[in-house]
C-alpha cells in the first residue's frame, strides 16, 4: 500500500516514515513538507533515522496523493481540512489523528468521508482504544453517584487542551451514561467554582517536559475511588496503529470510521 506522510518532518512524521518500513505490505511513496521546511529536498527516510527510501520531501501533495492508496496525516487542524478535500477528490484512506478540531473542522471532513475512507481517532493505540471500552463500561455500571475526573498530561509543545484522547475518554464515558458530552463537560477550574454538579465530567491538562501522553480517568465514589490510566512512552505505538488503520481502510467503503472500527471494539 502506496502511503504518503504529512507534516514529515515532525516528530509524528518522522514516526510514522519508520512505522511505515517496519510494515509488511506498506511502503512510504511521499513525504509532504509545507513550503518553505529546510527538509525540502531531504531523502525521507534519511529525516527518519533509516537509510534511503529514494523519497524526497516535497511541498506539493497533489502528484503526490494522486499517485497514492493512502495518507497518514497528524498535522494541524486546517492542514488536515485541506488534505481531506484533496484525499476525497483522490479516493484514497485518510488516518487522521490530528486533535483540537473545530466543529467546522469536523464537518468539512465528514463531508470528505462520503467519498473517501477517514479514519479519525483522538488517540490510535490499542491500549488507550481498550481503556476507552472500559471508561464506558465503568462508568454505565456505577452510574451518576461517581463522579468523573480525566486528567492528562502532555509535552511542553502540545498547543491544544484537553487533548484528543482526553476527550475520546470523555466521549466513551458519556455514552456510558448515556448523555451527550458537551452537557457534562467541565473544562479547568479556577476561584470559586461552587459544588462539583452531579453528573459532571471533568478535565484537566498539564504541559511540561517531554511527556507523550499520560491519561488517567477517575471515578470517585462515596468512600473509594478507581483509576484507570494509560501511559504512553514512544510515539511508535500511535504511528504503528495509523498504518494498521490505513491498512484497514484500503478495503472498506466510503465513510467515517474509528480505531474502534479498526481494531474490532466498535459495540
Known amino acids: 500500500m502506496k502511503l504518503v506522510v504529512v507534516g514529515a518532518a515532525g516528530r ?8 511505515v518500513g517496519e510494515t509488511p505490505g506498506a511502503v512510504v511513496s511521499a513525504a509532504i513538507e509545507r513550503p518553505g521546511s529546510a527538509a525540502i529536498g531531504t531523502d525521507a527516510g534519511v529525516l527518519a533515522g533509516l537509510a534511503p527510501l529514494g523519497v524526497p520531501v516535497t511541498d506539493d501533495p497533489l502528484p503526490a496523493f494522486a499517485a497514492a492508496h493512502g495518507v497518514l496525516d497528524f498535522t494541524s487542524p486546517a492542514a488536515t481540512v485541506a ?23 469536523e ?32 462508568a454505565a455500571a456505577l452510574g451518576p453517584s461517581f463522579d468523573i475526573e ?19 475518554l470523555g466521549e466513551a464515558a458519556a ?21 462539583r454538579p452531579e453528573g459532571a465530567i471533568g478535565f484537566a491538562s498539564l504541559r511540561g517536559g517531554a511527556v507523550v501522553g499520560d491519561h488517567t480517568v477517575m471515578l470517585a465514589g462515596p468512600g473509594e475511588r478507581i483509576e484507570l490510566t494509560h501511559r504512553a ?13 490505513a491498512l484497514w481502510g484500503r478495503s472498506r467503503k466510503p465513510g467515517r470510521y474509528g480505531m474502534d472500527d479498526v481494531l474490532g471494539l466498535a459495540d
Open 12 to 19: 509524528m512524521g518522522r514516526a510514522l516514515i519508520k512505522a
Open 83 to 105: 488534505f481531506a478535500e484533496l484525499a476525497a477528490q483522490a479516493r484514497i484512506v485518510h488516518v487522521i489523528g490530528t486533535t483540537g478540531c473545530a466543529p467546522d473542522d
Open 107 to 138: 464537518a468539512a471532513i465528514d463531508a470528505a468521508a462520503r467519498h473517501a475512507v477517514v479514519v479519525k481517532s483522538g488517540n490510535m493505540s490499542l491500549g488507550v482504544n481498550l481503556l476507552a471500552g472500559l471508561v464506558r463500561k465503568a
Open 150 to 168: 480525566i486528567v492528562e498530561m502532555h509535552h511542553r509543545h502540545k498547543v491544544d487542551a484537553p487533548s484528543g484522547t482526553a476527550l475520546l
Open 175 to 195: 455514552a456510558g451514561r448515556a448523555v451527550a458530552l458537551a452537557k457534562a463537560r467541565v473544562s479547568g477550574r479556577d476561584g470559586h467554582t461552587g459544588p
Open 233 to 245: 512512552d514512544d510515539r511508535a505505538i500511535f504511528a504503528l496503529g495509523a498504518v494498521r488503520a
